[in-house]
Structures are given as C-alpha cells and as structure tokens.
C-alpha cells in the first residue's frame, strides 16, 4: 500500500515522505520532497505535496502504469477517481456525490504537475502533456524577437471552484442582531446593554460590511 509517512529527525523537526509497497520511499518522490525542503518550502506544504503523490501513485499502481509513461488521459481520470474513489475500470451510472471538495482536489492536482514541473526541470522527458505550450522548463536558448513573446506555457489541467453566493443578512435579522447588543426604552427614555457593540454593528450597517438582503 502506497502511503504518506511522517518522518521525525534529529532535531525535532518533522517532514513527510511517501513509501511504496516495499515500505521504502519512492526515489522520484522523495528527490522531489527533499528538494522542497531544501529550499525552505514550509512543512505544510510538503505534507499536503507527499499527500497528493500518495493518492497519484495510488491511482497509477491502479493502472499499472510507471509514472514516466503517465498520460494526459490518466490525468484527467485521477480527476473523476479523486472524486468517486471508484476503480478506473468502473463507470458509475448517474451522478454521485464527490468524496473530496473541488478546492482538495486543485490542491491534489497542483501538487502532482508541480512534482511533474521539477523532474521537467531536470531534463527528463516526462508528462509532456502538462503544458499546452510544450515542458515547462526554460532551455538556454532563446528565438530572436523572444521578449516580445509574454505568452507562457498554460496548465493542461485545472480543477475550478464552484463560485458560492456568500450569505446575507436581511434587515430583520439586522435590528434583531442591534437590539440585542443594546436596545432604547421608550419608557424609561434609556438604553439598556451594551452601546459599544450595537454601535460597532450599525457602523458595519452602514458602512456597507454587514450586509442585508431583502427581506
């Protein structure tokens, strides 16, 4: 089982590396983790990048394919098995819910082109499907007229987040909101509660960031 293992050294720092089937780290994996180690990348971001290519080799141990041969195809399958966890042999009929936010899966498929971008980098020929204008790499030379060229090579594969509406108060919910920071007693002719807050939060109303629908 292809799986992502912590890894503690000798001055207590952590990072994270990602074993194959014999229990030893994958060579390609791991000279792309400890790259992003050495150039200071934060353990976050190398734990979330040893996740993603967990789940990539996973689903290429599935197909049996060596990650050099990976296709764009196979690419855009680890797309819909991110989702579905299903077998790639297996097609689902109708839809079903997505295991995995689409914002998880960007992050997924960023870290599996990013691994694919460094080897690039090292002058293998692999994934050459990743950029529509050719390897991301920079050769050393450059076509006459070359700075007037802006336009760079662009990711084959994105996964694009559905845009939500954000949530909006509605005027009632507003005053409710006011009144119980402070509230003005006809009788009395007082306030009672907290003015500092209710002040606070008609301030946001009228300012624009305490939004209200329609009621």
């Given at each position: 089982m292809i799986r992502v293992q912590s890894v503690a050294s000798t001055n207590d720092e952590r990072?994270?590396?990602?074993?194959?089937?014999?229990?030893?780290?994958?060579?390609?994996?791991?000279?792309?983790?400890?790259?992003?180690?050495?150039?200071?990348?934060?353990?976050?971001?190398?734990?979330?990048?040893a996740r993603a290519l967990a789940l990539w080799f996973q689903y290429?141990?599935?197909?049996?394919?060596?990650?050099?041969?990976?296709?764009?195809?196979?690419?855009t399958g680890y797309i819909a098995w991110l989702r579905t966890g299903l077998h790639p042999d297996v097609v689902p009929?109708?839809?079903?819910?997505?295991?995995?936010?689409?914002?998880?899966?960007?992050?997924?498929?960023?870290?599996?082109?990013?691994?694919?971008?460094?080897?690039?980098?090292?002058?293998?020929?692999?994934?050459?499907?990743?950029?529509?204008?050719?390897?991301?790499r920079n050769p050393s030379y450059r076509p006459f007229l070359h700075h007037v060229n802006h336009r760079r090579p662009q990711v084959t594969i994105r996964v694009r987040n559905k845009r939500t509406t954000p949530p909006t108060l509605t005027p009632r919910q507003i005053e409710a909101i006011k009144d119980s920071c402070a509230r003005f007693d006809?009788?009395?002719?007082?306030?009672?509660?907290?003015?500092?807050?209710?002040?606070?939060?008609?301030?946001?109303?009228?300012?624009?960031?305490?939004?209200?629908?329609?009621?």
């Open positions: 990072t994270w590396t990602v074993l194959g089937r014999d229990h030893l780290p994958l060579p390609a994996v791991e000279l792309y983790l400890e790259h992003l180690r050495q150039t200071r990348a934060s353990p976050n971001t190398i734990r979330s990048y290429l141990d599935l197909l049996k394919r060596p990650w050099e041969d990976a296709r764009l195809e196979d690419a009929i109708g839809d079903m819910p997505s295991r995995m936010a689409d914002s998880t899966i960007a992050t997924r498929i960023h870290g599996m082109q990013s691994f694919y971008t460094f080897h690039q980098w090292r002058g293998l020929e692999v994934a050459p499907w990743l950029y529509s204008g050719g390897a991301a006809e009788a009395s002719r007082s306030w009672s509660g907290c003015l500092r807050d209710r002040l606070l939060f008609q301030l946001l109303e009228e300012t624009g960031m305490f939004s209200g629908g329609q009621p």
